[in-house]
């Protein structure tokens, strides 16, 4: 096997014309925006905004991992599938609710996924239907799709954190870095900023 060279005319670079690069948090009123819109809709977008879990860990979520009969809990541990370290998120009051519901309506039970498959029977949303589905949300209240992907959601409630606490040690351990260094450049924080704040923070 060999690789043939290529004809520089004929190709065609995959991000022509996209935006690249870290995609942006939202902003508060963004946040709340969308809310307000799924909630008329009888949509949820709270855990996936609270949780600042990666898409992957999302959607491979099981009822149980939130649940325990109709009960869901303050606050859930799974094991990450990149890392395979557990990471804890807290579920806020207004993302219980709406899970409450949601696995009632959907007659979910304990092993199944809390977000399955429409077209795929016994399996998670890919985290492709996923994306698609943020873009759609996006471009419901009027933003480029194109500029936000499933990381704008993780790092949304993580950025308002740091913006509001200074407290880069905290924000790691919600998102579920082994390293600071990773923290800071999901963040996208000034170094000198970020400089200052890890020489506050023991480790």
């Not at 004809?7 to 935006?19: A, F, R, S, T």
């Not at 696995?103 to 994306?131: C, M, W």
């Not at 194109?146 to 790691?172: C, P």
């Not at 919600?174 to 923290?183: D, F, I, K, Q």
Request: hydrophobic residues 40%; positive net charge.
């Amino acid at each position: 096997m060999y690789l043939q060279e290529q004809n520089p005319e004929q190709h065609i670079p995959w991000n022509k014309g996209k935006l690249v690069g870290q995609k942006p948090p939202l902003k508060l009123r963004e946040i709340w925006a969308i809310r307000f819109r799924l909630q008329l809709a009888r949509r949820t977008s709270d855990l996936a905004i609270d949780s600042k879990l990666c898409a992957c860990d999302l959607v491979s979520m099981l009822v149980r991992d939130v649940a325990q009969g109709d009960q869901v809990a303050h606050r859930a541990i799974i094991l990450q599938c990149k890392t395979k370290r557990p990471v804890r998120f807290e579920i806020a009051e207004q993302a219980r609710d709406a899970i409450q519901n949601w696995i009632r309506d959907a007659e979910l039970r304990s092993h199944d996924y809390l977000f399955p498959s429409v077209l795929h029977p016994g399996q998670h949303l890919s985290t492709r239907q996923y994306a698609r589905i943020v873009r759609h949300w996006v471009a419901e209240i009027g933003l480029n799709p194109m500029d936000y992907g499933t990381h704008s959601l993780r790092r949304t409630k993580a950025a308002l954190i740091y913006r509001r606490t200074k407290n880069l040690r905290a924000v790691q351990l919600l998102l579920g870095h082994s390293m600071l260094e990773s923290t800071v450049r999901y963040l996208g924080i000034e170094v000198e900023d970020a400089l200052e704040m890890a020489e506050r923070t023991e480790v």
